[in-house]
Nanobody, 126 residues
Framework: QVQLVESGGGLVQAGDSLTLSCAAS????????MGWFRQPPGKEREFVSA????????YYADSVRGRFTISRDNSKNTLYLQMNGLKREDTAVYIC???????????????????WGRGTQVTVSS
């Protein structure tokens, strides 16, 4: 239903900030409920944050709550993840995902997402 391309990853120092972007495109451009997931080296993919279609409802994993902020600009078909106070434990491939175009609410469950981006690497050094 949608193509997702992440950008903004890189190498930063602990305590720094970084903003990730996810550009969405397709035959049509519906406003999808979206989410961010991450996969640390050698570990399974885990939930990071989610946002509903309008941007009025957001959810965060306990490990990032208070440090990360998810947002969207629907006029630009772009999803963002502002990451502050980065820690070494945040090192992972960050992946954006979209739900069905008819799904209105945000979801924390990996199984409820239909489309996935390729991911962007975030590495935090000490």
């Amino acid at each position: 239903q949608v193509q997702l391309v992440e950008s903004g990853g890189g190498l930063v120092q602990a305590g720094d900030s970084l903003t990730l972007s996810c550009a969405a495109s397709g035959r049509t451009a519906p406003r999808y409920a979206m989410g961010w997931f991450r996969q640390p080296p050698g570990k399974e993919r885990e939930f990071v944050s989610a946002i509903n279609k309008s941007g009025g409802a957001t959810y965060y994993a306990d490990s990032v709550r208070g440090r990360f902020t998810i947002s969207r600009d629907n006029s630009k078909n772009t999803l963002y993840l502002q990451m502050n106070g980065l820690k070494r434990e945040d090192t992972a491939v960050y992946i954006c995902a979209a739900r069905s175009p008819y799904a209105v609410s945000a979801s924390t469950l990996e199984a409820e997402y239909d489309d996935w981006g390729r991911g962007t690497q975030v590495t935090v050094s000490s």
